[in-house]
């Protein structure tokens, strides 16, 4: 089964950095893409950041420019890089995983979160 294991939550002042990671269990799952959602409270989870195995990247509209998505193939690791937080910017950020249909353990994978808060 593929685990997702996330790292680099925190807090941080407004206009500060954070970097997340997250490795998938094993390096010789074939993900296609990779990515990160976050939730905050009352809220429904949104995407912030996608990039497939090509390199192939989305930011959701609120991220783009401040965020910066990357990942390493041979490690299936994705970091998100987020500089000038800003408070709206708190919530819980999970990496996502797909594995396409014709391979083994074919599915979409969650991490388990990493708290993200950003102080006015």
């Known amino acids: 089964q593929v685990q997702l294991v996330e790292s680099g939550g925190g807090l941080v002042q407004a206009g500060g950095s954070l970097r997340l990671a997250c490795a998938a269990s094993?390096?010789?799952?074939?993900?296609?893409?990779m990515g990160w959602y976050r939730q905050a409270p009352g809220k429904q989870r949104e995407l912030v950041a996608a990039?497939?195995?090509?390199?192939?990247?989305n930011y959701a509209d609120t991220v783009r420019g401040r965020f910066t998505i990357s990942n390493d193939n041979a490690k299936n690791t994705v970091y998100l890089q987020m500089n000038s937080l800003r408070p709206e910017d708190t919530a819980v950020y999970y990496c996502?995983?797909?594995?396409?249909?014709?391979?083994?353990?074919?599915?979409?994978?969650w991490g388990q979160g990493a708290q993200v808060t950003v102080s006015s």
């Open positions: 990039i497939t195995g090509g390199g192939s990247k």
């Open positions: 094993r390096s010789s799952f074939v993900i296609d893409t």
């Open positions: 996502n995983a797909h594995i396409p249909g014709w391979a083994p353990s074919s599915g979409t994978y």
